[in-house]
Protein backbone atom coordinates (compact mmCIF):
# COMPACT_ATOMS: atom_id res chain seq x y z
CA UNK A 1 0.00 0.00 0.00
CA UNK A 2 1.16 3.56 -0.66
CA UNK A 3 1.00 6.64 1.68
CA UNK A 4 -2.78 7.09 0.05
CA UNK A 5 -3.87 3.77 1.14
CA UNK A 6 -4.00 2.82 -2.06
CA UNK A 7 -2.96 -1.34 -3.63
CA UNK A 8 -0.57 -1.20 -6.40
CA UNK A 9 -0.42 -4.10 -8.77
CA UNK A 10 1.79 -4.93 -11.59
CA UNK A 11 0.36 -4.34 -15.49
CA UNK A 12 0.48 -6.29 -17.97
CA UNK A 13 2.34 -3.54 -20.13
CA UNK A 14 4.78 -3.49 -17.10
CA UNK A 15 5.79 -7.25 -17.01
CA UNK A 16 6.45 -6.88 -20.43
CA UNK A 17 8.96 -4.41 -19.98
CA UNK A 18 10.39 -6.12 -17.59
CA UNK A 19 12.54 -7.86 -19.61
CA UNK A 20 14.71 -4.78 -20.40
CA UNK A 21 17.77 -5.17 -17.72
CA UNK A 22 17.14 -2.64 -14.79
CA UNK A 23 13.36 -1.59 -16.09
CA UNK A 24 10.81 -0.53 -13.74
CA UNK A 25 7.62 -2.37 -14.30
CA UNK A 26 4.36 0.05 -14.35
CA UNK A 27 2.51 0.14 -11.62
CA UNK A 28 -1.40 0.48 -11.65
CA UNK A 29 -2.81 1.88 -8.61
CA UNK A 30 -5.90 -0.23 -7.37
CA UNK A 31 -8.44 1.19 -4.32
CA UNK A 32 -8.98 -1.54 -1.94
CA UNK A 33 -12.51 -1.48 -2.42
CA UNK A 34 -11.92 -2.42 -6.46
CA UNK A 35 -9.48 -4.51 -5.21
CA UNK A 36 -12.04 -6.34 -2.85
CA UNK A 37 -14.42 -6.49 -5.47
CA UNK A 38 -12.51 -8.76 -7.94
CA UNK A 39 -13.75 -12.55 -8.20
CA UNK A 40 -10.32 -13.95 -7.23
CA UNK A 41 -10.62 -11.90 -3.67
CA UNK A 42 -14.17 -13.38 -3.50
CA UNK A 43 -13.24 -16.67 -3.92
CA UNK A 44 -10.18 -16.74 -1.22
CA UNK A 45 -12.69 -14.93 1.25
CA UNK A 46 -15.29 -17.55 0.71
CA UNK A 47 -12.71 -20.34 0.96
CA UNK A 48 -10.99 -19.05 4.30
CA UNK A 49 -14.23 -18.55 5.77
CA UNK A 50 -15.32 -22.44 5.33
CA UNK A 51 -12.28 -23.36 6.61
CA UNK A 52 -11.88 -21.01 9.94
CA UNK A 53 -15.15 -22.19 10.36
CA UNK A 54 -14.44 -25.60 10.96
CA UNK A 55 -12.55 -26.55 14.61
CA UNK A 56 -9.54 -27.97 14.83
CA UNK A 57 -10.13 -30.45 16.75
CA UNK A 58 -12.64 -31.51 14.33
CA UNK A 59 -10.10 -30.87 11.52
CA UNK A 60 -7.32 -32.82 12.94
CA UNK A 61 -9.61 -35.92 13.15
CA UNK A 62 -10.47 -35.36 9.29
CA UNK A 63 -6.92 -34.74 8.67
CA UNK A 64 -6.38 -37.77 10.49
CA UNK A 65 -8.65 -40.08 8.95
CA UNK A 66 -8.08 -39.12 5.67
CA UNK A 67 -4.09 -39.94 5.89
CA UNK A 68 -5.38 -43.47 7.42
CA UNK A 69 -7.88 -44.44 4.09
CA UNK A 70 -5.48 -42.73 1.40
CA UNK A 71 -4.98 -44.91 -1.54
CA UNK A 72 -1.81 -43.38 -1.85
CA UNK A 73 -1.10 -44.95 1.84
CA UNK A 74 2.49 -47.33 1.51
CA UNK A 75 2.88 -46.80 -2.06
CA UNK A 76 5.86 -46.02 -2.90
CA UNK A 77 5.26 -45.00 -6.79
CA UNK A 78 2.33 -42.94 -5.44
CA UNK A 79 2.12 -39.21 -7.32
CA UNK A 80 4.14 -36.86 -5.40
CA UNK A 81 6.22 -39.27 -3.50
CA UNK A 82 9.78 -38.59 -3.67
CA UNK A 83 11.97 -40.83 -4.96
CA UNK A 84 14.67 -42.11 -2.77
CA UNK A 85 17.87 -42.03 -4.86
CA UNK A 86 20.53 -45.01 -3.92
CA UNK A 87 23.89 -44.48 -4.98
CA UNK A 88 25.51 -46.50 -7.19
CA UNK A 89 28.80 -47.90 -6.33
CA UNK A 90 31.82 -46.90 -9.04
CA UNK A 91 33.27 -50.22 -10.46
CA UNK A 92 36.92 -49.96 -10.48
Do not use: Y
Amino acid sequence: MNSQGKLRTPTVEGQASRSAVGAEPAWEVMQPRKFEATPEFGNSKAVMRRVLAVPKAELDALVERAAKESPRNNDRHAPGRKVKKTRQRSKR
